[in-house]
């Protein structure tokens, strides 16, 4: 057989094709490739979004807004001083995006003006903080990328 240059091509097209291949199949059985979606339901959570906004501007009429420190004994969200600490309502949702399995969420129950999520809960590394809450028929947000 003569190696000439239609054959050089083909060869070229078969060996790029395998190569592709090769790494389409790669990528879709390794598991160290995996990857989860944010939420479940993403289409439900979009169409809220808007809720989520109207939120996030009332937060910022706040005199002083939700804020996080790092305790000994684990995360303290301490909330605005002016606000009657019996009347605030809501979740906190803790969200850790290199596992999934590591999410939860609390409710917001306060005797004072900080809540205290304990350090056996919260892995160091990267966690996204959302805190969803009411005071007096009125909804904040506070949403925050915190390394712990």
Same mark, same amino acid.
């Given at each position: 057989?003569?190696?000439?240059?239609?054959?050089?091509?083909?060869?070229?097209? *078969?060996?790029?094709?395998?190569?592709?291949?090769?790494?389409?199949?790669?990528?879709?059985?390794?598991?160290?490739?995996?990857?989860?979606?944010?939420?479940?339901?993403? !289409?439900?959570?979009?169409?809220?979004?808007?809720?989520?906004?109207?939120?996030?501007?009332?937060? +910022?009429?706040?005199?002083?807004?939700?804020?996080?420190?790092?305790?000994?004994?684990?995360?303290?969200?301490?909330? /605005?001083?002016?606000?009657?600490?019996?009347?605030?309502?809501?979740?906190?949702?803790? !969200?850790? /995006?290199?596992?999934?399995?590591?999410?939860?969420?609390?409710? *917001?129950?306060?005797?004072?003006?900080?809540?205290?999520? /304990?350090? =056996?809960?919260?892995?160091?590394?990267?966690?996204?903080? +959302?805190?969803?809450?009411? !005071?007096?028929? =009125?909804? !904040?947000?506070?949403? =925050?990328?915190?390394?712990?």
């Amino acid at each position: 057989m003569k190696f000439n240059w239609g054959t050089g091509i083909v060869l070229a097209f *078969i060996g790029f094709i395998a190569f592709i291949m090769y790494f389409v199949i790669n990528m879709n059985t390794l598991k160290k490739y995996d990857t989860d979606l944010v939420v479940e339901d993403y !289409y439900k959570e979009e169409l809220a979004y808007q809720n989520e906004i109207n939120k996030e501007n009332n937060a +910022k009429t706040l005199e002083k807004n939700v804020s996080w420190t790092r305790t000994e004994n684990g995360l303290e969200i301490a909330f /605005p001083e002016t606000m009657d600490a019996k009347e605030i309502t809501g979740n906190v949702f803790l !969200y850790r /995006p290199s596992n999934k399995q590591l999410d939860f969420e609390t409710t *917001i129950s306060l005797s004072d003006h900080n809540l205290l999520i /304990p350090d =056996k809960r919260l892995l160091d590394g990267r966690w996204n903080i +959302k805190v969803d809450w009411q !005071y007096k028929g =009125k909804s !904040y947000l506070f949403k =925050k990328d915190i390394v712990y």
